[in-house]
């Protein structure tokens, strides 16, 4: 069984800086996987934020979120992480990781991704 664990969320003011890590647990190496950061506020559907193939060698963000969002990952540490700066009160949210096994690239969607961790809340304030 895959466990995928978020941590780093929290409060911070508007334009401030919080790094979310994404840890997998058990025997799980999370070098097999393609992983993503989705995001899901109040009264929204679930939005993807980015992602990286299993090297590390590819990356994708949203529109939302580029320039201000890296996402990195140590596979040695197994896991991954979301830089996450100049942060707005839009981007208040519960932030997901995501985990599937693939060979190449990433998915931008929810159904591309098999293992989903419980969640860290993100509140940034005005």
């Known amino acids: 069984q895959v466990q995928l664990v978020e941590s780093g969320g929290g409060l911070v003011q508007a334009g401030g800086s919080l790094r979310l890590s994404c840890a997998a647990s058990?025997?799980?190496?999370?070098?097999?996987?393609?992983m993503g950061w989705f995001r899901q506020a109040p009264g929204k559907e679930r939005e993807f934020v980015a992602a990286i193939s299993r090297s590390g060698g590819v990356t994708g963000n949203a529109d939302s979120v580029k320039g201000r969002f890296t996402i990195s990952r140590d596979n040695a540490k197994n896991t991954v992480y979301l830089q996450m700066n100049s942060l707005k009160p839009e981007d208040t949210a519960t932030y997901y990781c995501?985990?599937?096994?693939?060979?190449?690239?990433?998915?931008?969607?929810?159904?591309?991704?098999?293992?989903w961790g419980q969640g860290t809340q993100v509140t940034v304030s005005s």
């Open positions: 058990g025997r799980t190496f999370i070098g097999n996987y393609a």
């Open positions: 995501a985990g599937v096994v693939r060979l190449v690239g990433f998915g931008y969607r929810e159904n591309d991704y098999s293992y």
